[in-house]
């Protein structure tokens, strides 16, 4: 799992924490410990939302704590993303 920093806005620099390839179970809930409002979690590359992190960015969406986004990489390619809330984990 790597912090990256990708953009910032108004003084607050919000960080990207890349699950691709990561094989760790905790990961995401980890992730989620991490992140505050406006970072993003990149959990899984593909055509559809799958991969090891699927159900967790769900039960984080329907809880509150991340919205779900996709961000279209290529023909077909998709990059699915988890973006903090301002609501605490």
Do not use: C, W
Request: aromatic residues 8%; positive net charge.
């Amino acid at each position: 799992m790597t912090n990256q920093i990708s953009n910032t806005t108004k003084d607050k620099i919000a960080n990207t924490v890349d699950l691709i390839g990561v094989k760790n179970r905790d990961a995401f809930s980890n992730a989620l410990k991490q992140t505050k409002y406006g970072d993003k979690i990149n959990y899984h590359i593909g055509q559809y939302a799958g991969g090891p992190f699927r159900l967790d960015a769900l039960m984080a969406n329907q809880a509150g704590l991340v919205s779900v986004v996709q961000k279209k990489i290529g023909e077909g390619l998709f990059q699915y993303i988890a973006q903090r809330t301002k609501k605490n984990y």
